[in-house]
């Protein structure tokens, strides 16, 4: 079997997937105050739209991307991930974003398909 060998057009950029959550996150979440009622739609509206941008990338990856949205209330949010990929082909980012009333943390996983 014969390796995939990302070239600089196909490989996963971080800092271009970070610009592009970041934009979404803006997009759903810029203007508005936090709404418990409200966090399962910004959620996903998140997680689709920035899949829908990185796959208009057009590059052979398989992407997994999660949000999470939480109140500022003084309370601590801790997260934290681990991966087993190759490290020449895959990556991943996480994009930590804050209003006023909120925090928005998203992470972005990429897997080269082969």
Not at 16 to 27: G, L, Q, R, S
Not at 50 to 58: E, I, N, P, Y
Not at 81 to 100: L, N
Request: with cysteine; aromatic share 10%.
């Amino acid at each position: 079997m014969e390796e995939y060998h990302p070239t600089d057009e196909t490989s996963f950029h971080p800092d271009e997937a970070t610009n592009i959550v970041k934009e979404c996150i803006e997009n759903v979440l810029g203007s508005v105050d936090y709404s418990q009622s409200q966090v399962n739609k910004w959620t996903s509206s998140i997680v689709e739209l920035s899949l829908t941008q990185l796959v208009k990338q057009g590059k052979a990856y398989k992407y997994i991307v999660t949000c999470s949205v939480m109140q500022k209330s003084g309370a601590g949010l801790h997260t934290a991930s681990s991966c087993y990929w190759d490290t020449a082909m895959d990556g991943s980012c996480t994009v930590r974003w804050e209003s006023r009333t909120m925090y928005c943390v998203v992470s972005v996983f990429a897997v080269a398909v082969a």
